[in-house]
Nanobody, 123 residues
Framework: QVQLVESGGGLVQAGGSLRLSCAASGSIFSINAMGWYRQAPGKQREYVAGITSGDSTNYADSVKGRFTISRDYAKNTVYLQMNNLKPEDTAVYYC?????????????????WGQGTQVTVSS
């Protein structure tokens, strides 16, 4: 069983910063890519940022230059540093990870999601 647990959300004024964390735990053989998505009220879930096992990063245009994604391999944790936050960044932020587990000598690759953490930016 694999779990992703997010933390670090909250209420912040426009221009402020928050740092989200997502820790993966369980029967993990390896973690491939990790990333963050967000969903605002009444909108579809959208991609925010991602990082591969080779530390290649990618960002949505709306957050480039303001958000930074990073990983701690020893802790199986991914972070999202969010600076210069705007009211339009308000959403529930979800962690995603593509994880390989080993079952009966077979490698099984699945996408896992965290429970989400609320980020609210006031104007």
């Amino acid at each position: 069983q694999v779990q992703l647990v997010e933390s670090g959300g909250g209420l912040v004024q426009a221009g402020g910063s928050l740092r989200l964390s997502c820790a993966a735990s369980g029967s993990i053989f390896s973690i491939n890519a990790m990333g963050w998505y967000r969903q605002a009220p009444g909108k579809q879930r959208e991609y925010v940022a991602g990082i591969t096992s080779g530390d290649s990063t990618n960002y949505a245009d709306s957050v480039k230059g303001r958000f930074t994604i990073s990983r701690d391999y020893a802790k199986n944790t991914v972070y999202l540093q969010m600076n210069n936050l705007k009211p339009e960044d308000t959403a529930v932020y979800y962690c995603n990870a593509r994880i390989t587990t080993r079952q009966a000598l077979r490698d099984i690759i699945n996408d896992y999601w965290g429970q989400g953490t609320q980020v609210t930016v006031s104007s």
